[in-house]
């Protein structure tokens, strides 16, 4: 086909793909040509019936295919001029290929992630499909931002009953994950006039970025082996702090349990600052020494924002968590949730209610609590075989998905996750947790953070043994 676009003035090769068919085949090369720039802007093209014969189609299929390439902007059609190639905008250069993903480790420990590998997929199969089969056609439509009832009405009850938290249906509102519900809550607090935000120190970068994309300033609140500092709430440094995230049940990633007193002056400053205190309960389920934990939201329901999440029982994946609210906050979030997504999916909301009510849920967390427990318990035995004068100190192991390993004396965290990357092993470092990571650096010892509930079953062994390699170097300096 070069030879005749050469007549034209055009040195070109069209590669017709027969799979395309005839007409979506031509349309295909044309507009590929002129994406690569092959076709330069004010190239004029042939007739219709020139083209028509030259290709071997009938004079009808080109004229739509020059129709078609014209709407959408390729082409431009001059009476008496023929068809020439528009000028697109942005360069004709071959777009670069899309950035490759980072590979995934060979050994995954990090943490603050589930075993995907137990999702139920045959559970959740058939909780999906009671929820469709008996869902009245209107949930394929356009539904209530803060959730469908039928999910909000079985949480109420589950967060009662496991977590105690006080809850109705109609002060809860479910979002699409976490970090939305985290986004949402900072908005609305900024825009109602809380001037700052505080958030524990150390605690997850990922989150202040979140808090503070979303134009809420931040300040740090120190967390100790007893959790977050909250008598300095009180203090002069705090006197606009308006708001306050905190993990009371397993503080990430230190892995603190809020001490009682310390909810009681929580609870107390909220009250007397009409302050608002969210409650990140991420893996509140998840209790290993005793019975989980009851919610700190249980204690000032008018004062604590109550969230969770389905991310670490069942799976990132189904992107559903869940708001408990003060109710003067219920109007403004869903006003807010509105206008982000309008509703978070609402299939999923189905079938997780049903799991919900069928008590499948609570069987699968009993499952989890067992399986990671059960690994939380080999990560002890090979830590304390490595080192019986405990150099290696663990903490943070009642309860959750990982455990904090603070370093001896002289080993730099820098170089144990250099070292941990040439074996594959992935974890993470403590003092990227910090606030001023790199101030606080030298002001607490090093640290790593491993996730034991990462792995699936058949890797984690390996993954203990690339740990365990790691370590031992380290304490051979």
């Not at 001037?195 to 808090?211: K, N, S, T």
């Not at 069942?314 to 003067?328: E, F, N, T, Y």
């Not at 943070?396 to 370093?407: E, K, R, V």
Request: some cysteine.
């Amino acid at each position: 086909m070069s030879d005749y676009w050469a007549t034209f003035g055009v040195d070109l090769h069209l590669d017709l793909d027969p799979a395309a068919g005839r007409r979506g085949g031509l349309e295909a090369g044309l507009r590929d040509a002129i994406r690569a720039g092959r076709l330069a802007p004010g190239t004029r093209l042939p007739s219709t019936r020139a083209l028509a014969g030259e290709v071997g189609l009938a004079r009808g299929t080109v004229t739509a295919v020059y129709d078609q390439l014209t709407a959408e902007g390729y082409l431009i059609a001059r009476r008496g001029a023929g068809t020439e190639v528009a000028a697109l905008s942005g360069s004709l250069a071959p777009a670069p290929p899309n950035p490759q993903e980072p590979p995934e480790p060979r050994h995954d420990l990090r943490p603050g992630r589930p075993d995907v590998s137990a999702f139920p997929t045959a559970a959740w199969l058939r909780a999906y499909r009671r929820a469709l089969n008996a869902a009245p056609a209107a949930v394929y439509g356009y539904g209530d931002p803060a959730g469908r009832i039928e999910l909000r009405t079985t949480l109420a009850d589950y967060l009662g009953r496991t977590r105690g938290v006080s809850a109705s249906p109609d002060r809860i509102v479910i979002t699409t994950g976490f970090v939305q519900a985290l986004a949402l809550l900072a908005r609305v607090l900024r825009d109602e006039g809380v001037a700052v935000m505080a958030m524990e120190d150390p605690g997850l970068p990922f989150h202040r970025d979140v808090v503070t994309r979303a134009g809420m300033p931040i300040t740090p609140l120190p967390v100790d082996g007893h959790g977050a500092r909250a008598d300095l709430l009180a203090t002069a440094e705090h006197a606009r702090t308006g708001a306050v995230v905190v993990t009371p049940v397993h503080q990430y990633p230190v892995g603190a349990t809020l001490h009682p007193s310390r909810r009681h002056t929580l609870a107390q400053w909220a009250r007397t600052t009409s302050a608002v205190v969210i409650e990140d309960d991420y893996d509140g389920e998840f209790r290993y020494d005793r019975q989980p934990v009851g919610a700190l939201q249980g204690m000032a329901p008018d004062q604590v924002v109550y969230l969770g999440t389905a991310a670490k029982t069942i799976g990132p994946a189904l992107r559903l968590a869940w708001m408990v609210l003060p109710r003067p906050l219920v109007a403004p979030i869903v006003e807010a949730k509105r206008h982000a997504d309008h509703q978070t999916e609402t299939l999923g909301q189905l079938a997780l209610a049903d799991l919900l009510t069928s008590h499948v849920y609570d069987r699968h967390v009993r499952a989890c609590r067992l399986r990671y427990r059960r690994r939380r318990d080999i990560l002890l035995t090979r830590l304390a075989a490595l080192s019986s004068d405990e150099a290696f100190r663990v903490h943070g192991i009642a309860a959750g998905l990982q455990a904090l390993i603070t370093l001896p004396t002289g080993v730099e965290e820098d170089d144990v996750l250099d070292r941990a990357a040439r074996e594959g092993l992935a974890i993470d470092g403590l003092a990227e947790h910090y606030h001023d990571s790199h101030a606080q650096a030298s002001q607490h010892p090093p640290g790593i953070i491993v996730g034991y509930g990462t792995p699936s079953e058949h890797t984690y062994p390996a993954a203990l043994d690339a740990l365990v390699r790691v370590l031992a170097e380290v304490r051979r300096g």
